[in-house]
Nanobody
Framework: QVQLVESGGGLVQAGGSLRLSCAAS????????FSWYRQAPGKQREWVAT???????NYAGSVKGRFTISRDNAKNTVYLQMNSLKFEDTAVYSC?????????WGQGTQVTVSS
């Protein structure tokens, strides 16, 4: 039905930057809110950032000031710009789109930050 595909993950040095993308097979104009989550090995899934349909943003305290969530409705894509990356940012990052009827999840993309 609806598929989300994350990309942009990889290996980066501490202090570096990555831009994650989440391409959706549904028009993002129909989405109520967009979020990024992450999960490190042996850890619970952690909420990272949310962008509402009206443009409000919220960030986890651990990433506030370093990460920025945004979207491009013309491309049906949501982004997570990650700057000043830290070792503790290492995780699988997944996007979540809140639709009126249900939530959609992507498969995740690995981000590894080396010291």
């Amino acid at each position: 039905q609806v598929q989300l595909v994350e990309s942009g993950g990889g290996l980066v040095q501490a202090g570096g930057s990555l831009r994650l993308s989440c391409a959706a097979s549904i028009s993002t104009a129909s989405i109520l809110a967009f979020s990024w989550y992450r999960q490190a090995p042996g850890k619970q899934r952690e909420w990272v950032a949310t962008l509402t349909a009206v443009g409000n943003t919220n960030y986890a305290g651990s990433v506030k000031g370093r990460f920025t969530i945004s979207r491009d409705n013309a491309k049906n894509t949501v982004y997570l710009q990650m700057n000043s990356l830290k070792f503790e940012d290492t995780a699988v990052y997944s996007c979540n789109l809140q639709h009126a009827l249900r939530n959609y999840w992507g498969q995740g993309t690995q981000v590894t930050v080396s010291s």
